[in-house]
């Protein structure tokens, strides 16, 4: 798995960036990848619509809100997903924070591009498990009306914890921190892509990419 270059400097705020930043993101990018990688597991849970939203039985778990109905609507099984760079990223991160902030940052960036690329590599694994059912776009607790509050139910129901080391801090967010969970419907038909771009992502009044003039390419 890479590190994009690209998608590392639309997190900075840098897509436009002149070479000196590139080639500190590429350094930092090129250190990352010969020392990490992306961890994943998933599992693939059957899944129904009811008026308390998605439930998924098998693993106790009910997706509440409007995102899930819409995304799963057309599904009859749904994949959960957890992707992480693990505790050891997690360490060297706040080292490189006391000793080089501007370093430390473009190191931040690059852990979530790749985290990124890892749930990508999670979903192509899927779809060829798969190959006779139609993926959704992927959503994750926190977007659109999908409540953060159900991270550490997916994260129990894939066993995160014990796999990954990864599991859900009283604030809802995970550690380690560059983690990632996420849900993807599987489908008999094609479904079309509902959940890209700002009008769907509860950040965008908030959003830094867009008072930038920018996005995050999601």
Known sequence: MKISRDEAL??????GAGEDTRRAVEAVAGEIEGSFQPQFIYR????????EGVCLPQANLCLPG???QRMLSGCHRAAL??????????????????????????????????VEAG??????????????LFLTDRFSPGYGDLPLSVQANVLQAL??????GVYALPSFMMAPAKSVTAVIGLSRTPQPARVRGCGYCAMKENCVYRKGGTTCGF
């Open 119 to 132: 749930c990508d590599e999670a979903e192509k694994e899927i779809a060829a498990r798969y190959p006779d």
């Open 159 to 164: 066993d995160a914890q014990r796999l990954l």
């Open 66 to 68: 409007k995102m899930a």
């Open 44 to 51: 693939v849970f059957d899944c129904a619509v009811s008026p």
């Open 10 to 15: 639309r997190y900075l705020g840098a897509a």
């Open 81 to 114: 997903l957890c992707c992480t760079l693990g505790l050891a990223f997690d360490r060297l991160l706040l080292k490189t924070q006391s000793r080089d902030m501007a370093r430390a940052v473009i190191m931040d960036v690059c852990g979530s591009a790749y």
